[in-house]
C-alpha cells in the first residue's frame, strides 16, 4: 500500500508538471494546446536517446529534453501562432498525432512500439528499494516545486500581466506597444519546455516508455486537471492535477468490485467517467474550484476564458 | 491513375463527414472534434446490423439514422446548453464527448479489430486500374450524397433556410423562420452525413474504435481546406487530402498518412487562412 501510495505521488508530481506548463499557455495567455502529449512526448523520447543512447548523464538529458520541447514549441508556434484558439488547438493536436506517429516508425531512433529502455534513473546509488522509491518521489516533488515557484513568479509579474491582458483582448496590449506575437511565443516555449521536463521525468521513473503512453487521453487528464482546478491560478493547476490524479488513480479501486468487467471495460470506463466530469465541471464551474484571483476593480466579469 | 484513383477513394470517405462538419461549424461556429468518433460510431453501428444477418446496405441506413439521433442527443445533453460559450471551450467539451464516446465502444465492444462480412473477390481490373466493387460503391454514394445534400442547401426551402440561419440566426429568426427547428435539421443532416461516412470507412479500412483520431483530422483538415463553410469546399478539400495522403504513401511512407491532415491544415492555415472557397472571416 505504501509503495503503491509513493508511485501515485510521483505520477501526480508529473501531472502537477504537465498542468502548471499548459496553465502559462492556456490559462494565462489563452493558447489552446492539446498537444500537451506531444511536447511530452518529445521530452521524454530526448532525454532516453541523451542517457541510453548517447550515454550522457541525466540532468544532460533533462536540459536536452527541456531544449528540444522549447524548440518543438518554438517551431508549432511560429505555424500556428498568429492563429485563432480553436486552430492552434487543431494544429497542436495534429503535431501531438505525428510525434506519435513518429516515435511508433522511427524504429532505429525510439525503436517503435517494442518501447524504449531507459536505465538511468534519478536516484543515487546504493539505495534500497524502498528509498530508492521514496527518493524518486522526492526529486520529482522538487521538480515540481521548481516549476511552481517559477511559473508563479513569471504569473505575477508584469510579463504574466501582459499574458492575461493578450488572453483578454490582444487588441489593448497591441495598442499600448506590446508585441503580441513575441509575448504568445514565449509563452508557448516556456510551457512546451516544462511539458517536456516532465516527460523526461517520466521516462526516466517508469523506465519503458512506448507510443501508446502519448496519447490523447493523456492530454485530456492535463486539460481536466486544469479546467478543475481553475485556469489561471497555479495554485489551481497544482490542486486540479492532484485532484484528477486521485480520481484517476481512485477508480482503480473500483476495479475489484467489477469482477464482472475485463480490465479493458474498466480503464474503458475511468475514461468515460473522467471525460463526463470534465463536461459537468465546464458546464456548472467553468472557473474551477480555485478562480483566479486578480486585484478587484480590474475585471468586472469574473468569468476566465475558459468559461 | 491508380494513385488517383485510390485518392479520390479515400475522399469519398471523408467528403460527407467534412460537409456535415461545415455545416455544425457554420451554424454554431464551434469545431466539433467527435466527428471522428461519431464516424466510429457509426461504422460500428452498420457492423453490428451486419453481424446480425442484415445486409450491409441496411446497416448502411441505420447508421445514417443512429449517427443522426445521436449527434441531436449530443447536442441537446451537451453542446446546447453551452451556446454562446467561447469556441475552445466547445472544442475542449467536443474532445472530452470524443473520449467519451470512444470508450463507450471499447466498453460494448472490446478493442478488436472488426470488418463486414463481405465476401472474398478478386479485384477488378478495368484499363489497367485495379480496384474492389466496394471501392466502386464507396465512391458511387459518396458522390450521390455529395450531390444531394449540396443540392438540398442549394434549392429547397430547408436549404435556404439553413443558410439563412448559418448567415444570421436573429435576422432569420426576425423574418419567422423557426430556427431552433432548422438548427435541429440542421444537426440531423450533419450526424447522417458522420453515419454514413462512417459506414463508408468501415467497408474500406477495418473497424476499431481507435480509429476516431485518424478519421476526426483529415475529416477537419478537408473542411479548413475547402474553407469553413463551404459544403462544395469541404468536397474539393476531401479530394486534396485523399490525393495528398496517396502521395505520402507513394513517395514518403505508408504510416505517415495519419499526418497528411495536419501537415496540409498548417500550410493552408499559414498560406491562405480562408482556404479555397471560403471568404476571409473578420476578426471579431
Given amino acids: 500500500m505504501d509503495a503503491y501510495l509513493v508511485a501515485i505521488l510521483t505520477t501526480a ?76 488547438a487543431i494544429v497542436t493536436l495534429g503535431f501531438a498525432e505525428t510525434m506519435r506517429l513518429a516515435f511508433n516508425n522511427e524504429d532505429w531512433l525510439t525503436r517503435g512500439p517494442r518501447g524504449f529502455l531507459i536505465m538511468t534513473r534519478p536516484v543515487i546509488d546504493g539505495l534500497g528499494r524502498g528509498a530508492t522509491a521514496w527518493f524518486i518521489l522526492g526529486v520529482f516533488v522538487l521538480a515540481a516545486i521548481i516549476v511552481f515557484v517559477v511559473l508563479n513568479r513569471l504569473a505575477g509579474s508584469p510579463f504574466g500581466r501582459v499574458l492575461r491582458a493578450i488572453r483578454e483582448d490582444d487588441l489593448v496590449p497591441a495598442t499600448l506597444g506590446k508585441n503580441v506575437l513575441a509575448y504568445r511565443l514565449q509563452a508557448f516555449v516556456l510551457g512546451s519546455a516544462a511539458m517536456a521536463l516532465a516527460g523526461s521525468l517520466y521516462a526516466h521513473y517508469v523506465q519503458t516508455i512506448t507510443p501508446d503512453n502519448f496519447t490523447t487521453q493523456v492530454a485530456v487528464l492535463v486539460w481536466m486537471s486544469l479546467i478543475v482546478g481553475g485556469a489561471g491560478n497555479m495554485k489551481g493547476a497544482v490542486v486540479g492535477a492532484l485532484v484528477v490524479t486521485a480520481i484517476y488513480e481512485g477508480t482503480r479501486f473500483l476495479a475489484p468490485l467489477m469482477e464482472f468487467l475485463t480490465p479493458t471495460q474498466v480503464s474503458a470506463l475511468r475514461f468515460i467517467i473522467i471525460g463526463t466530469l470534465l463536461i459537468v465541471v465546464v458546464r456548472y464551474r467553468p472557473e474551477g474550484l480555485l478562480p483566479e484571483r486578480i486585484a478587484p476593480r480590474s475585471r468586472p466579469d469574473p468569468v476566465p476564458a475558459a468559461g | ?18 460537409i456535415g462538419f461545415t455545416l455544425i461549424f457554420t451554424l454554431f461556429r464551434y469545431t466539433n472534434f467527435a466527428v471522428g468518433a461519431l464516424m466510429t460510431t ?64 471499447r466498453f460494448a465492444f472490446g478493442t478488436q479489430i472488426r470488418a463486414f462480412d463481405l465476401p472474398l473477390r478478386p479485384p477488378l ?134 499526418a497528411v491532415g495536419f501537415v496540409v491544415i498548417a500550410l493552408v492555415l499559414l498560406i491562405r487562412p480562408q482556404g479555397l472557397l471560403g471568404r476571409p472571416v473578420e476578426r471579431k
Fill in chain 2, 1 to 18: 491513375m491508380q494513385l488517383l484513383l485510390n485518392a479520390i477513394a479515400s475522399a469519398a470517405i471523408l467528403a460527407p463527414a467534412a
Fill in chain 2, 125 to 258: 481490373t478495368f484499363a489497367g486500374l485495379r480496384f474492389t466493387p466496394e471501392t466502386l460503391w464507396v465512391i458511387g454514394i459518396s458522390i450521390l450524397a455529395t450531390l444531394a445534400v449540396g443540392a438540398l442547401l442549394a434549392f429547397t426551402r430547408l436549404g435556404r433556410a439553413l443558410r439563412a440561419v448559418a448567415d444570421n440566426a436573429s435576422l432569420a429568426s426576425i423574418r419567422g423562420l423557426p430556427v431552433p427547428r432548422i438548427e435541429a435539421a440542421g444537426i440531423l443532416l450533419a450526424g447522417a452525413l458522420f453515419g454514413l461516412s462512417g459506414t463508408l470507412a468501415g467497408l474500406d479500412l477495418a473497424i476499431e474504435p481507435n480509429l476516431s483520431l485518424a478519421l476526426a483530422i483529415p475529416v477537419i483538415a478537408a473542411a479548413i481546406v475547402g474553407g469553413l463553410g463551404s459544403p462544395l469546399g469541404a468536397a474539393l478539400g476531401a479530394v486534396i487530402i485523399g490525393l495528398a495522403e496517396e502521395l505520402t504513401v507513394a513517395f514518403i511512407s505508408a504510416p505517415y498518412k495519419g
Fill in chain 2, 42 to 105: 457509426g461504422a460500428f453501428a452498420a457492423w453490428g446490423m451486419n453481424e446480425l444477418g442484415l445486409p450491409i446496405w441496411m446497416g448502411g441506413v441505420f447508421a445514417v439514422v443512429f449517427g443522426a439521433g445521436l449527434l441531436l442527443a449530443s447536442d441537446r445533453i451537451v453542446f446546447e446548453p453551452l451556446r454562446g460559450r467561447s469556441g475552445g471551450t466547445l472544442l475542449l467539451v467536443s474532445i472530452a464527448l470524443s473520449v467519451i464516446i470512444d470508450n463507450v465502444i
Fill in chain 1, 13 to 88: 508530481a508529473v501531472y502537477v508538471i504537465l498542468a502548471l506548463a499548459l496553465n502559462i499557455q492556456f490559462g494565462l495567455t489563452g493558447l489552446m494546446n492539446f498537444g500537451v502529449v506531444g511536447f511530452y512526448g518529445v521530452g521524454a523520447y530526448t532525454s532516453g536517446i541523451m542517457t541510453e543512447t548517447l550515454g550522457q548523464p541525466i540532468l544532460l538529458g533533462m536540459l536536452a529534453a527541456i531544449v528540444v520541447g522549447g524548440l518543438a514549441g518554438g517551431l508549432v508556434s511560429l505555424l500556428s501562432i498568429r492563429l485563432s484558439g480553436d486552430f492552434l
